[in-house]
């Protein structure tokens, strides 16, 4: 009698399958965003890590050309790209000729830096002038003539 109606079943009911799926995925989709938010932190310490080097390398030019270099090629960093795949973002301010229009601001619209500007344009790959502006906050920027390397959205 005991595979008949009324007698202990052996198996799962489709619910119960259904019910396991369904944590299954969203187990699987949690656990997905956190490693995607853990590659992205990941890449944010690595372009900190690439500014700060970069930075290094201008102030080594700085000391041995009485001048810093117009562009990041003349300290030897040719396409060199962040994390997310785009170059490094570079801007002459101390006897440059670009003017103020380019250099990145804060959310007063005073000037970063008074040497020059070194950022990454983060995950979106898009960036302001303007750090407080949405496509500026995931930026990896230098400010405050170095002394500050981080994201945009902490500064």
Request: charged letters at 20%; a negative charge; glycine letters at 10%.
């Amino acid at each position: 009698m005991s595979g008949l109606a009324g007698g202990p079943h052996n198996g799962f009911t489709l619910v119960e399958l259904l019910i396991a799926c369904a944590i299954t995925i969203t187990l699987a989709s949690i656990a997905s965003a956190l490693y995607a938010e853990s590659v992205n932190r990941t890449r944010v310490v690595r372009a900190m890590a690439d500014v700060r080097t970069i930075s290094g390398e201008i102030t080594v030019f700085l000391f041995a050309n009485k001048r810093l270099p117009d562009t990041l090629d003349e300290v030897g960093i040719v396409n060199q790209l962040d994390p997310w795949g785009t170059p490094y973002q570079y801007l002459l301010i101390e006897g440059g000729s670009q003017g103020l229009g380019a250099v990145r601001k804060d959310h007063k619209l005073n000037p970063l830096n008074a040497d020059f500007d070194l950022y990454s344009m983060g995950r979106d790959r898009l960036s302001k002038t303007q750090i407080s502006i949405k496509d500026s906050l995931d930026d990896v920027i230098r400010a405050n003539n170095g002394a500050f390397v981080g994201l945009a959205s902490d500064y």
